[in-house]
């Protein structure tokens, strides 16, 4: 259990220190001390009322994945990396943190909802998306992928059209992408985000 913690304070360190000068080294939040018993998860139900994965993959992620960009869907907002960030529609968030952004000078805001966390930049005085970061194993991705799923499973969902940097996968469609982290084939990291 050590060893595992102190390889993601390691990814922590390392993402925070490469994070302004590379785009393909995985950002997000790499140090969170992620616990996912992978047995448990597989293959089970999810009692949070959170839909099925045969009605998770519908035509919008195919109009959306025409349209050359990662969408995450959520309880009817759509959330794509670079778009303006509409608040209102999305549930209430919990909090709401400031900090420097190495990617476009000034400040990001993290809004912290109750499954995931939202990271926006400002274009201008535009709000827009740079990231979303999933906390939450029971929350699927548009297409269906969880923390606790395996590397089998993002395959079979997103194909074998990735760029691998030991356990960090990235799909990229346009500007944006999907960043997954495994750890013994196991999906312990989630984010969709803005490439620049």
Not at 120 to 126: A, K, M, P, R, V
Request: proline share 4%; net charge negative.
């Amino acid at each position: 259990m050590k060893k595992f913690r102190k390889v993601f304070v390691l990814w922590g360190i390392a993402a925070l220190l490469t994070a302004c000068g590379q785009k393909a080294a995985p950002t997000g939040n790499l140090a969170k001390d992620i616990h996912i018993d992978a047995d448990s998860l597989k293959n089970t139900e999810k009692d949070s009322g959170v839909e099925t994965r045969e009605t998770e993959i519908s035509a919008r992620e195919t109009a959306k994945e025409e349209q050359g960009a990662f969408c995450f869907e959520y309880e009817g907002a759509a959330l794509v990396p670079g778009e303006p960030a509409d608040l209102s529609a999305l549930p209430k968030y919990a909090d709401v943190s400031e900090v420097p952004s190495c990617a476009f000078g000034g400040n990001d805001n993290v809004y912290h909802f109750e499954l995931f966390e939202l990271t926006t930049y400002y274009d201008g005085d535009e709000e827009r998306i740079y990231s979303v970061y999933f906390t939450d194993p029971n929350l699927p991705t548009t297409e269906g992928l969880r923390l606790g799923d395996t590397v089998d499973d993002m395959k079979a969902l997103y194909g074998e059209d990735y760029a691998a940097e030991e356990n960090a996968y990235t799909y990229t469609r346009g500007e944006t992408s999907l960043c997954v982290i495994t750890q013994n084939d196991v999906v312990v990291s989630i984010e969709y985000r803005l490439e620049r």
